[in-house]
T-cell receptor, first 113, second 114 residues
Framework: DTAVSQTPKYLVTQMGNDKSIKCEQNLGHDTMYWYKQDSKKFLKIMFS???????INETVPNRFSPKSPDKAHLNLHINSLELGDSAVYFC????????????FGEGSRLTVL | AQKVTQAQTEISVVEKEDVTLDCVYE???????LFWYKQPPSGELVFLIR??????QNEISGRYSWNFQKSTSSFNFTITASQVVDSAVYFCALKNQAGTALIFGKGTTLSVSS
């Protein structure tokens, strides 16, 4: 069983479209995250949710909207896609009371044409 | 503010060489956690080690070893007798006790040739 799973793994779309990436974890963790990895491999936190509540919201365009229907799921919806949104998006989870080890999904590579 | 600096962008070595990846961090917190992750060419992020700020003991795991020095705010990673399979991007990361997200350095790309 995959601990943190993301779908789709690859996504190619046109500018202006709206797309979603789904994430699920079966580790029983309380906290989930979205990270963006750009073409230079830089990993940057976008959002963090704890038990369905948003606790970290970095400077991200409001075209990006995370949604957490329950603590095992954290989806990322992106409106009006732009070329600069092309990146690999990683979902991760951790125990809120833990010392921070994050378990990452395999990543979703988004290409905007 | 928290910050992680990995000054080495790329390192190339030949198999069996030892290599050290540098990591320097900044934080005002007295309690914090340091991590190393590996990202092989396949793209996944693999957890390697976690160290808390109160534990300055160096750690060895097989060919991997870590040197944590609070005096210089460094958490360096050494691979002994490198192998081609060690080729990857290695990330150092920092987390404070209050925050919940890891702050990553920009990564060091290690290429090991045969």
């Amino acid at each position: 069983d995959t601990a943190v799973s993301q779908t789709p793994k690859y996504l190619v779309t046109q500018m202006g479209n709206d797309k979603s990436i789904k994430c699920e974890q079966n580790l029983g963790h309380d906290t989930m995250y979205w990270y963006k990895q750009d073409s230079k491999k830089f990993l940057k936190i976008m959002f963090s949710y704890n038990n369905k509540e948003l606790i970290i919201n970095e400077t991200v365009p409001n075209r990006f909207s995370p949604k957490s229907p329950d603590k095992a799921h954290l989806n990322l919806h992106i409106n009006s896609l732009e070329l600069g949104d092309s990146a690999v998006y990683f979902c991760a989870s951790s125990r809120i009371q833990g010392t921070g080890e994050l378990f990452f999904g395999e990543g979703s590579r988004l290409t905007v044409l | 503010a928290q910050k992680v600096t990995q000054a080495q962008t790329e390192i190339s070595v030949v198999e069996k060489e030892d290599v050290t990846l540098d990591c320097v961090y900044e934080t005002r917190d007295t309690t914090y956690y340091l991590f190393w992750y590996k990202q092989p060419p396949s793209g996944e992020l693999v957890f390697l080690i976690r160290r808390n700020s109160f534990d300055e003991q160096n750690e060895i795991s097989g060919r991997y070893s870590w040197n944590f020095q609070k005096s210089t705010s460094s958490f360096n990673f050494t691979i002994t007798a490198s192998q081609v399979v060690d080729s990857a991007v290695y990330f150092c990361a920092l987390k404070n006790q209050a925050g919940t997200a890891l702050i990553f350095g920009k990564g060091t790309t290690l290429s090991v040739s045969s």
